[in-house]
Protein backbone atom coordinates (compact mmCIF):
# COMPACT_ATOMS: atom_id res chain seq x y z
CA UNK A 1 0.00 0.00 0.00
CA UNK A 2 2.74 1.82 0.58
CA UNK A 3 4.41 1.83 -2.48
CA UNK A 4 1.16 2.79 -4.38
CA UNK A 5 0.86 5.67 -2.26
CA UNK A 6 4.50 7.30 -3.01
CA UNK A 7 3.88 6.30 -6.91
CA UNK A 8 1.10 8.40 -6.48
CA UNK A 9 3.03 11.27 -4.65
CA UNK A 10 5.42 11.24 -7.35
CA UNK A 11 3.25 11.20 -10.36
CA UNK A 12 0.81 14.32 -8.76
CA UNK A 13 4.24 16.09 -8.19
CA UNK A 14 5.03 15.52 -12.04
CA UNK A 15 1.70 16.55 -13.08
CA UNK A 16 1.67 19.09 -10.86
CA UNK A 17 5.26 20.82 -12.73
CA UNK A 18 4.34 20.31 -16.01
CA UNK A 19 0.88 22.17 -15.29
CA UNK A 20 2.79 24.96 -14.02
CA UNK A 21 5.48 25.57 -17.17
CA UNK A 22 6.55 28.90 -17.03
CA UNK A 23 5.02 31.46 -19.48
CA UNK A 24 7.35 32.24 -22.40
CA UNK A 25 8.10 35.83 -22.90
CA UNK A 26 10.70 36.93 -24.43
CA UNK A 27 13.43 38.90 -22.35
CA UNK A 28 13.36 42.40 -24.50
CA UNK A 29 16.39 43.70 -22.48
CA UNK A 30 16.87 47.72 -22.01
CA UNK A 31 13.90 49.39 -24.34
CA UNK A 32 17.41 51.42 -25.48
CA UNK A 33 18.33 48.99 -27.48
CA UNK A 34 15.81 49.55 -30.31
CA UNK A 35 17.24 52.93 -30.76
CA UNK A 36 19.54 52.97 -33.69
CA UNK A 37 19.84 51.75 -37.42
CA UNK A 38 18.39 48.08 -38.32
CA UNK A 39 20.01 46.48 -41.69
CA UNK A 40 19.89 43.65 -43.70
CA UNK A 41 16.61 41.62 -42.73
CA UNK A 42 16.62 37.78 -42.86
CA UNK A 43 13.08 36.85 -43.71
CA UNK A 44 11.77 33.32 -42.32
CA UNK A 45 7.69 32.99 -42.88
CA UNK A 46 6.54 36.47 -40.24
CA UNK A 47 10.25 36.28 -38.79
CA UNK A 48 12.48 39.09 -39.42
CA UNK A 49 15.96 39.23 -38.79
CA UNK A 50 18.13 42.43 -38.40
CA UNK A 51 21.09 43.90 -37.82
CA UNK A 52 22.39 46.65 -36.33
CA UNK A 53 24.55 49.22 -38.09
CA UNK A 54 26.26 52.79 -37.70
CA UNK A 55 23.96 54.08 -40.93
CA UNK A 56 21.28 53.29 -43.23
CA UNK A 57 22.72 51.01 -46.73
CA UNK A 58 22.57 53.85 -48.96
CA UNK A 59 20.57 51.50 -51.81
CA UNK A 60 18.74 48.89 -50.00
CA UNK A 61 16.24 48.51 -47.55
CA UNK A 62 16.97 49.94 -43.64
CA UNK A 63 15.00 50.99 -40.51
CA UNK A 64 15.56 53.74 -37.59
CA UNK A 65 14.38 53.86 -34.54
CA UNK A 66 15.12 57.17 -33.21
CA UNK A 67 14.82 59.16 -29.97
CA UNK A 68 11.81 60.73 -29.48
CA UNK A 69 9.91 58.20 -30.90
CA UNK A 70 11.02 59.46 -34.32
CA UNK A 71 11.33 56.51 -36.92
CA UNK A 72 12.62 56.87 -40.43
CA UNK A 73 12.35 53.49 -43.14
CA UNK A 74 14.68 53.12 -46.12
CA UNK A 75 12.29 51.57 -48.77
CA UNK A 76 11.20 51.36 -52.80
CA UNK A 77 10.18 54.59 -53.53
CA UNK A 78 7.74 53.36 -56.53
CA UNK A 79 5.54 50.57 -56.78
CA UNK A 80 7.49 48.54 -59.34
CA UNK A 81 9.92 46.07 -57.50
CA UNK A 82 11.81 44.95 -60.72
CA UNK A 83 15.46 46.34 -60.37
CA UNK A 84 16.95 48.67 -60.33
CA UNK A 85 15.11 49.64 -57.47
CA UNK A 86 15.37 53.15 -56.25
CA UNK A 87 14.88 53.67 -52.67
CA UNK A 88 13.53 56.84 -50.57
CA UNK A 89 13.53 57.90 -46.75
CA UNK A 90 9.98 57.62 -45.35
CA UNK A 91 9.28 59.31 -41.92
CA UNK A 92 7.26 57.95 -39.21
CA UNK A 93 6.94 57.62 -35.20
CA UNK A 94 6.87 54.64 -33.67
CA UNK A 95 5.77 53.53 -29.51
CA UNK A 96 6.22 50.56 -27.50
CA UNK A 97 3.53 48.61 -25.39
CA UNK A 98 5.23 45.51 -23.88
CA UNK A 99 6.95 44.08 -26.67
CA UNK A 100 4.76 45.01 -29.61
CA UNK A 101 5.91 47.88 -31.70
CA UNK A 102 3.48 50.40 -33.35
CA UNK A 103 4.83 52.07 -36.19
CA UNK A 104 2.84 54.47 -38.63
CA UNK A 105 5.49 55.23 -41.80
CA UNK A 106 4.93 56.81 -44.88
CA UNK A 107 5.49 54.96 -48.00
CA UNK A 108 4.87 55.77 -52.46
CA UNK A 109 1.68 55.23 -52.11
CA UNK A 110 0.48 56.65 -48.41
CA UNK A 111 0.54 55.72 -45.11
CA UNK A 112 1.53 52.22 -43.21
CA UNK A 113 0.61 50.98 -40.12
CA UNK A 114 2.89 48.10 -39.00
CA UNK A 115 1.91 46.08 -35.62
CA UNK A 116 5.43 44.32 -34.90
CA UNK A 117 6.12 41.89 -31.97
CA UNK A 118 9.50 42.08 -30.36
CA UNK A 119 10.87 38.67 -30.34
CA UNK A 120 13.88 39.62 -28.54
CA UNK A 121 16.37 42.72 -29.23
CA UNK A 122 20.45 41.82 -28.48
CA UNK A 123 23.15 44.42 -28.69
CA UNK A 124 23.72 43.42 -32.53
CA UNK A 125 20.28 41.55 -33.39
CA UNK A 126 16.70 42.39 -33.47
CA UNK A 127 14.06 39.82 -34.52
CA UNK A 128 10.97 40.56 -34.86
CA UNK A 129 7.68 38.61 -36.05
CA UNK A 130 5.06 40.85 -38.31
CA UNK A 131 1.79 41.01 -36.74
CA UNK A 132 -0.23 43.07 -39.10
CA UNK A 133 0.66 45.77 -41.43
CA UNK A 134 -2.02 47.67 -42.73
CA UNK A 135 -1.82 50.04 -45.81
CA UNK A 136 -3.59 53.41 -46.51
CA UNK A 137 -3.66 55.09 -49.81
CA UNK A 138 -3.72 58.80 -50.41
CA UNK A 139 -6.15 59.73 -53.08
Known amino acids: ?29 DTISLIGYWVDPQINDSIFTFEKAEKLPDNDYGLAFKEGQEFLERKNSGWCG ?27 GGIVDYKWRIISIEKNKLIIYKINEEYHLEE
Open 1 to 29: MRTILKIICVFSIAVLFLACEKENNPELG
Open 82 to 108: TPPISYSDYAGTWNLDGPIINITVGYW
